[in-house]
């Protein structure tokens, strides 16, 4: 590592010790202040030097001594006041009364052109990096499932429903419809995460492995993935005219209104809406033995699927029309997502 000292020169009407180590400057004040100032990185030294050389600088003349070295005369000696206070008067100390040391930097041009040379190596590498298409092709890099937009997920499957979306359906409805409290209860947090990554790092997924025995790890999986979508599987944009909906006194047009607004859902989101639904609506019919309601599915689901871009509004009372929308809908799937007829 490059040498680099700041050299100033102060002068002070008591004795002051001022050290100085390799990229390291320690000042001690009478008072028994001591600073120390010290960095691995040549530049930000250079910075300080040149912060300290403006303030001084900035002093009036008369306040100063032009050598060669930086110099300027305190009347205090605490550090507070020696940055608040300047001596107003012209008189030098007496010689015994002062003390100090240079701080001498030596930035050569070497440091310059090493540094100059770094960087244009740099920025030849950045731009010879190969692109994340072509690592994504070449499988370097696979495209994520987890925090990924619904669609591009599907797109890359080719398909309207995300396959381990299908996966954790199918593999709660082998072994887990009877379970008590399926979706209420939490599953090993880390060995949640555990699958999260195989889900993203690899294309063959098997939920009947032994390691993802328990059936909570599954279910806490897929709400995670929900949780995770840069956007919920009700869209941002249609937040507010679902609360709305819901919101109407009349059930029979409340349910209309529903229907008509997740029939105008994007495709993957309509499809993917269908599939959960009925999934969840067969938890809600096994009730007497996982005791899961459609209203405790509501509870667990609602913020998980539709929440508002921006919360401007009172959370608890957004809280209630989440729920209550997707009791609804589970209430009366048939209605929402089967023909138009009324």
């Known amino acids: 590592m490059k040498f680099l000292k700041i050299c100033l020169s102060f002068v002070f009407p008591a004795p002051v010790f001022i050290s100085a180590v390799p990229d390291t400057g320690t000042i ?7 600073f120390l100032l010290q960095s691995d990185i040549d530049f930000l030294i250079l910075d300080w030097f040149h912060a300290i050389k403006n303030a001084i600088d900035r002093l009036p003349k008369e306040q100063r001594i032009t050598s060669g070295n930086l110099e300027f005369k305190l009347r205090k000696s605490s550090s507070i006041e020696f940055l608040n206070n300047l001596d107003t008067e012209s008189k030098e100390p007496k010689p015994e009364h002062r003390k100090s040391l240079i701080f001498r930097l030596n930035y050569s041009a070497s440091d310059t052109n090493d540094r100059n040379r770094v960087k244009s190596r740099l920025k030849k590498f950045i731009s010879r990096r190969p692109s994340l298409k072509t690592l994504q092709e070449k499988g370097l890099i696979k495209d994520q499932i987890f925090g990924s937009h619904l669609h591009m997920v599907c797109g890359h499957e080719k398909s309207t429903v995300p396959k381990f979306v299908r996966l954790c359906i199918e593999a709660v409805e082998r072994r887990g419809l009877d379970v008590d409290g399926i979706y ?3 599953g090993n947090l880390a060995t949640i995460q555990k699958l999260r990554f195989v889900v993203n790092q690899e294309e063959k997924l098997n939920l009947d492995d032994s390691q993802w025995e328990d059936i909570h790890v599954v279910t806490g999986a897929l709400k995670m993935f929900f949780r995770e979508l840069p956007e919920p599987l009700f869209p941002y ?36 809406m269908k599939i959960l639904f009925e999934h969840l609506q067969k938890i809600a019919a096994k009730e007497s033995v996982n005791l899961m309601s459609t209203q405790s599915l509501g509870i667990v689901f609602g913020p998980t699927l539709l929440r508002p871009e921006k919360e401007t509004g009172n959370m608890a009372v957004h809280m209630l ?14 209605k929402i997502f089967g023909s138009e007829e009324d």
């Open 184 to 186: 209420r209860v939490s």
């Open 28 to 34: 001690t004040t009478v008072s028994g202040n001591e």
């Open 237 to 272: 944009s249609s937040f507010e005219q679902f609360v709305e909906a819901i919101k109407i006194p009349d059930n029979s047009t409340r349910i209309k209104s529903i229907r008509n607004l997740v029939k105008e859902l994007p495709r993957t989101n309509y499809d993917t």
């Open 321 to 334: 029309y989440q729920n209550q929308i997707v009791e609804l809908m589970l209430s009366e799937y048939s």
